[in-house]
């Protein structure tokens, strides 16, 4: 941004020495911050339209996996268009997206490195992404072997661990919250296991400290922030998710201060 406003300066400084090199100065600095906002806006329009793209089409890979996609799977996915507010253009191509990653000839590497390059690393995005095909797959009350190889293979392509798998189906009720409830899905679960699902989802050991604690859940609720994922690039009608999302946190760390006594 700088050399714009020394290329300013020195235009200023031809035509009106020190006056004209202090207004061509600040033009340049102006002209160079809206020269950036631009070309930001533009690059998370690119962001939040793949987005949307490579999550409905890896949704459709995933969801036959198993070798078929289940009537279950296509109503969760019918669901997301309503839960994400998509306008009939969108679910068109969100259809469209879907039935391409069902197709024989779909190269899933290729669509998860795509949407990884154009995300440029932000790995809140990815989680997020990846939370949305956990969701899918669970729609049936199971994930099978099939599925949750190709879960992880996803994962590899973009960067994240099984550790982190781990973290995302705990945040669905082990895999199991096709609803989205989150830890609100503990039916059937002893408080050990719910206990044990809070500790998977602030992404520690039971363990840890209470101090380490309080600052993976500050830390969980930083990367996870919805302004701050926006800004990075996730679509706007995941917002809901992503608040979902941090109530998810925010129930696992109260879980566990209330298991530990901490005030």
């Known amino acids: 941004m700088w050399i714009f406003t020394l290329i300013g300066a020195f235009i200023g400084w031809l035509f009106a020495r020190l006056p004209g090199a202090l207004v061509g100065g600040v033009l340049g600095f102006v002209a160079a911050r809206l020269a950036a906002m631009i070309v930001s806006r533009g690059a998370l329009g690119t962001i939040r339209a793949q987005f949307l793209d490579s999550t409905f089409a890896v949704m459709g890979a995933l969801c036959k996996a198993d070798g078929h996609v289940t009537r279950d799977e296509i109503q969760v996915?019918?669901?997301l268009f309503t839960k994400l507010h998509l306008g009939e253009e969108q679910k068109?191509?969100?259809?469209?997206?879907?039935?391409r990653?069902?197709?024989a000839d779909f190269d899933l590497d290729a669509e998860v490195a795509n949407f990884a390059r154009?995300?440029?690393?932000?790995r809140a995005l990815f989680q997020m992404f990846l939370q949305v095909q956990i969701a899918a797959i669970a729609a049936d009350g199971q994930v099978e072997t099939s599925e949750h190889e190709m879960l992880a293979r996803v994962a590899r392509g973009l960067g994240l661990s099984e550790a982190e798998i781990e973290q995302l189906e705990a945040m669905l009720g082990a895999g199991g919250g096709a609803s989205g409830d989150g830890l609100g899905s503990t039916a059937g679960q002893s408080s050990e296991d719910q206990l044990n699902q809070a500790y998977t989802v602030l992404g520690v050991d039971?363990?840890?400290?209470?101090?380490e604690i309080k600052k993976a859940y500050r830390r969980q609720m930083s990367a996870n922030h919805p302004d701050k994922l926006a800004g990075k690039g996730m679509p706007e009608n995941m917002r809901e998710m992503a608040e979902q999302k941090t109530r998810e946190i925010s129930a696992a760390y109260e879980r566990v201060c209330k298991a530990r006594g901490i005030g």
């Open 101 to 103: 990653g069902k197709s």
């Open 206 to 211: 039971a363990s840890a400290s209470d101090s």
């Open 92 to 99: 068109d191509k969100a259809r469209e997206a879907f039935n």
């Open 118 to 122: 154009v995300a440029r690393g932000q």
């Open 77 to 79: 996915a019918e669901q």
